[in-house]
């Protein structure tokens, strides 16, 4: 009866969550939900249990969980006097607490996005998504209602799991304060995941059943490799730091005490992410530093994920973001990854201006996995082009707005060339002060030299995304994705199959998303001519996206001028 006072008080406040909640709350459902974390809790009790010292005769026991003084990395059992050991409690229930945590993660984040990714797939399956797209209520009401809604039997049987996991920590001497500083981190991290997982299932509906496992599948993934980095490696000094901030389990060693999960290597590890800089600020100091910007990274995530949802919700055929928000959301990136780039990691055979030009690679392929969601998201399709093309002329305040320029930069329907350029304008704008105060002068021609083909072949892929999406084919955005890929990784591909090695033969390496790893070993006549080449190339499809589109918008004035009435129906 309760439960079903609380369903109904949630309904009154967001109709959608009552839809949700009262869909799954059903008697065998809760009780078998229940019933799993209970079991699953006892059989990790159990499992700890096992591990604590058992008495073998007069033979001297070591172990984790013992008092006795550490030597050569075993501790030797003390007897209580009662016929057992003296127990270290605190540290086997810092354990009991790290692994309740790291499971609930895991569940949290893995169970939750396959969950909503499915939702979303079987309400568009069943077409009672275009249903709630035309009920009154806003976006943010349905998408939220989905968030709190959908996952409800999984928040069900994590709060039952609460219990023990705050008596783990209080028996683990953890602080309650830095407990719910966790618990922030915990949620901020299902917010954000949660939100990228509703996009996905709103723009990725052409995998069918496969997106919901493709979607938790890269989760999953994604947790599991920045977990064993977390634990085993720590800090690097390179931008993939960056990536780890993305994982709640960051956070976990600073409640522990400890530079890795496991709260007996207190100082085997100096390279922990406690040494964590950026832009020089010691975030990596304490646990309140920590976590307040993990908390900043996933509230700014959870931000541009907010857009694209409010934007392609109701309409789905819209661009994920407009141009405007892609300027600030590569200005934003760009200023958080360089931050991670100062600090190389200095190695003997190298020095410090080696480490910043490692670092500057490693930013021009974050540049490349970033500019390429870019063209996905800003690039529009084959009739919202045809429309534009067409119609824009008819625009009384075309001209007052500024024109084809201004429609080419601020413009939600125009094509994505433009804006993508300004993009690579604004982030190579931002690196190059950067790279110009090195402080040793041979790395520098390159990395310039990097910067401006990277930018090239950022702007030839725009140009051919583009190319695709005006196609008159069912699958342009699968022959879009098709041919950029290609482009992107069968030159290396076949170089690698051709022994064509980058320091062999480096000016074919200069026309690949590699070229970077040739710059040393090519000379400057070969970099020019790649230059040379790259634009040549850019000028030439750019002409033939601008002839395809006049052709699109010529089609409807030919017909108006042969008398038809009605205008020609266009494929989609």
Not at 20 to 29: L, P, T, Y
């Amino acid at each position: 009866m309760a439960l079903n006072n609380l369903v109904n008080q949630l309904g009154e406040l967001n109709p959608q969550v009552f839809r949700e909640v009262k869909g799954r709350f059903k008697q065998r459902n809760v009780l078998i939900t229940v019933a799993i974390s209970l079991v699953s809790q006892l059989m990790l009790l159990i499992g700890f249990a096992t591990q604590l010292p058992v008495a073998d005769g007069d033979r001297t026991i070591y172990n984790r969980y013992c008092t006795g003084v550490k030597y050569d990395y075993q501790i030797p059992c003390l007897p209580d006097g009662l016929g057992g050991f003296e127990i270290n409690w605190p540290l086997w229930w810092q354990d009991v607490f790290v692994w309740l945590s790291i499971i609930g993660i895991f569940s949290l984040l893995v169970v939750g996005t396959y969950m909503l990714i499915s939702d979303l797939s079987k309400e568009e399956s069943r077409g009672t998504l275009n249903f709630l797209r035309l009920t009154p209520q806003s976006s943010r009401s349905i998408l939220g209602g989905k968030l709190l809604g959908v996952p409800a039997l999984l928040y069900l049987a994590v709060g039952f799991a609460l219990p023990l996991h705050f008596c783990a920590a209080i028996a683990g001497q953890i602080h309650l304060i830095e407990l719910l500083g966790f618990y922030t981190v915990l949620a901020t991290s299902c917010l954000f995941c949660y939100s990228m997982a509703l996009l996905f299932g709103l723009v990725g509906r052409s995998l069918g059943g496969f997106q919901a496992w493709l979607g938790s599948g890269a989760v999953l993934i994604f947790l599991w490799i920045t977990t064993m980095v977390i634990h085993d490696s720590g800090v690097s000094n390179y931008p993939t730091d960056w990536l780890t901030l993305f994982n709640p389990t960051i956070v976990l060693p600073y409640l522990i005490d400890s530079n890795s999960f496991d709260a007996g290597r207190i100082h085997t590890y100096h390279r922990s992410f406690q040494d964590l800089r950026w832009f020089g600020i010691h975030i990596g100091a304490s646990f309140w530093s920590m976590a307040g910007f993990v908390v900043l990274n996933y509230g700014v995530g959870s931000y541009w994920f907010g857009q694209g949802l409010n934007r392609c919700f109701h309409n789905p055929k819209a661009t994920l973001i407009n141009k405007q928000q892609s300027y600030w959301l590569t200005a934003s990136l760009q200023a958080v990854i360089l931050g991670f780039a100062l600090n190389p990691q200095v190695k003997n055979w190298g020095g410090y201006t080696h480490g910043l030009e490692e670092n500057s690679e490693m930013l021009l392929v974050f540049n490349l996995v970033l500019f390429l969601a870019l063209i996905a998201a800003l690039s529009p399709h084959r009739q919202t082009l045809q429309d534009w093309a067409r119609y824009r002329h008819q625009d009384r305040t075309f001209r007052k707005k500024g024109g084809l320029i201004a429609d080419l930069i601020w413009g939600d329907k125009s094509p994505a060339v433009v804006a993508v350029a300004i993009n690579c304008a604004i982030a190579s704008a931002m690196l190059l002060p950067w790279i110009l105060l090195w402080p040793a002068n041979e790395y520098k021609i390159p990395a310039l030299f990097a910067l401006l083909l990277n930018s090239s072949i950022i702007m030839i892929y725009a140009t051919v995304a583009q190319l695709m999406l005006l196609m008159k084919t069912q699958k342009r955005a699968a022959g879009a994705v098709i041919t950029v890929g290609g482009l992107i990784l069968l030159p290396p591909i076949l170089f690698s199959i051709g022994s064509m090695h980058p320091y062999e033969t480096p000016a074919l390496w200069l026309f690949s998303a590699f070229h970077w790893t040739s710059l040393q070993h090519a000379t400057a006549t070969s970099v020019f001519l790649a230059i040379i080449a790259q634009s040549l190339a850019l000028t030439l499809l750019n002409v033939q996206l601008g002839r395809q589109l006049r052709q699109a918008g010529e089609s409807t004035t030919k017909a108006l001028l042969s008398g038809k009435t009605q205008l020609p129906v266009t494929a989609d």
